[in-house]
């Protein structure tokens, strides 16, 4: 799947949060960076489907400084490209 985090959820915590839930989650890879915008951060991830919506429903909430104002969401099928979960800087 891929999210598009958007609101405020750069210099917030937002990635190490994203990264700390999936490897919580335990079975789910893939990365997590901020994008060009200031106002957006990406998540590519892989996993169960049940374990990816168990994150995605983390995503939009945030760490505590965070404030999420929308998260799309994009369904694809796993690449196994990604060797557990990552922040891409």
């Not at 989650?25 to 374990?51: F, P």
Request: with cysteine.
């Amino acid at each position: 799947m891929q999210v598009l985090v958007h609101g405020r959820v750069q210099m917030v915590g937002y990635r190490m949060f994203t990264e700390q839930e999936a490897t919580r989650i335990g079975s789910i890879s893939g990365t997590v960076r901020n994008l060009a915008d200031g106002l957006s951060v990406e998540v590519i991830a892989e996993g169960a489907r049940t374990d990816l919506e168990k994150l995605l429903e983390e995503l939009r909430v945030g760490p505590p400084h965070a404030l999420v104002r929308e998260v799309e969401v994009s369904w694809h099928e796993a690449t196994g490209e990604c060797d557990g979960f990552a922040t891409i800087l």
